[in-house]
Nanobody
Framework: QVQLVESGGGLVQPGGSLRLSCAAS????????IGWFRQAPGKEVEGVSC????????YYTDSVKGRFTISGDNAKNAVYLEMNTLKPEDTAVYYC????????????????????WGQGTQVTVSS
């Protein structure tokens, strides 16, 4: 059974850091790309970051470049999102998702490119 489970969210003050984890089962992450998405209150789901399996390239939405880092650990079948210098506008539920195989590992931020999603982890940035 394909399953993605996010963890690591919580309450943090502006300027703080969190590390989100995405644990995968039912498939191996080295064969697929993984994306991180988020949904803030009252807003649509937004792509945050993804890591491509073909070359390991990473991509970030402009608002998080220089602050967030995506990485993978094939041995643990997990993907991480290091979030630094957090801002109140980063407050959202964060989801990890598996790219569909027919995208050949080239990731992007379209939701329909992904065919499995975790349940999300809440990140709240507030003072």
């Amino acid at each position: 059974q394909v399953q993605l489970v996010e963890s690591g969210g919580g309450l943090v003050q502006p300027g703080g850091s969190l590390r989100l984890s995405c644990a995968a089962s039912g498939f191996t992450l080295d064969a697929y790309a993984i994306g991180w998405f988020r949904q803030a209150p009252g807003k649509e789901v937004e792509g945050v970051s993804c890591i491509s399996r073909n070359n390991g390239n990473t991509y970030y939405t402009d608002s998080v470049k220089g602050r967030f880092t995506i990485s993978g650990d094939n041995a643990k079948n997990a993907v991480y999102l290091e979030m630094n210098t957090l801002k109140p506008e980063d407050t959202a539920v964060y989801y990890c998702a598996k790219l569909r195989r027919n995208f050949y590992g080239f990731c992007g931020f379209r939701r329909d490119q992904y065919d499995a999603w975790g349940q999300g982890t809440q990140v709240t940035v507030s003072s």
